[in-house]
T-cell receptor, first 116, second 111 residues
């Protein structure tokens, strides 16, 4: 079946502009995660959605970052007034959550954001 | 959340067995240990998950001692294509969790 998809694959924007990144999770996956990965570094957790529960936003680095999810489908990550330090690959993952499950996360290909 | 510590990098040769150890001294009773693999320009990929003793699948084995304060990912007979970053995660799989990937272990397999 279809995996996690993300768009755009690449985004170049000028400092100060807003950007919106999109994630389409695997159908039926109730959990959705956003991560940021700077060049040569590990993944930074940003935000986690699980069903209808309030999202865990504890990883968002500043109030310029926000994310929404429509039900158990598409999610968008918005970065306002982008800064050069926002340049990174933004990864989205989804997983099936439930008793006895591994909660294996399936990752999308990522969006490479470059702020000039 | 339990913090994990793993080597920054490791080198190996093709055909050798590679063991990557992760320390997680503060692991909680409900926590599972999960390993992911990440190739350049790709998102991480789930390898294996375990709670205690030993778990084996077609890709790797995971050894967890009785005190669960560490775990070892074992890759049998590595090939050049196993060159990747390997992440050890510890968390409660009961209801999803804030996932801490850390810096991982960069494995470089040489011919």
């Amino acid at each position: 079946g279809a995996g996690v998809s993300q768009s755009p694959s690449n985004k170049v924007t000028e400092k100060g502009k807003d950007v919106e990144l999109r994630c389409d999770p695997i159908s039926g996956h109730t959990a959705l995660y956003w991560y940021r990965q700077r060049l040569g570094q590990g993944l930074e957790f940003l935000i986690y959605f699980q069903g209808n529960s309030a999202p865990d936003k504890s990883g968002l680095p500043s109030d310029r970052f926000s994310a929404e999810r429509t039900g158990e489908s598409v999610s968008t990550l918005t970065i306002q007034r982008t800064q050069q330090e926002d340049s990174a690959v933004y990864l989205c993952a989804s997983s099936l959550v439930g008793s006895g499950r591994s909660h294996e996360q399936y990752f999308g290909p990522g969006t490479r954001l470059t702020v000039t | 959340l339990a913090k994990t510590t793993q080597p920054i990098s490791m080198d190996s040769y093709e055909g050798q067995e590679v063991n990557i150890t992760c320390s997680h001294n503060n692991i909680a009773t409900n926590d599972y240990i999960t390993w992911y693999q990440q190739f350049p320009s790709q998102g991480p990929r789930f390898i294996i998950q375990g709670y205690k003793t030993k778990v084996t699948n077609e890709v790797a084995s995971l050894f967890i001692p009785a005190d669960r304060k560490s775990s070892t990912l074992s890759l049998p007979r590595v090939s050049l294509s196993d060159t990747a970053v390997y992440y050890c995660l510890v968390g409660d799989r009961g209801g999803g969790f804030k996932t801490i990937f850390g810096a991982g272990t960069r494995l470089f397999v040489k011919a």
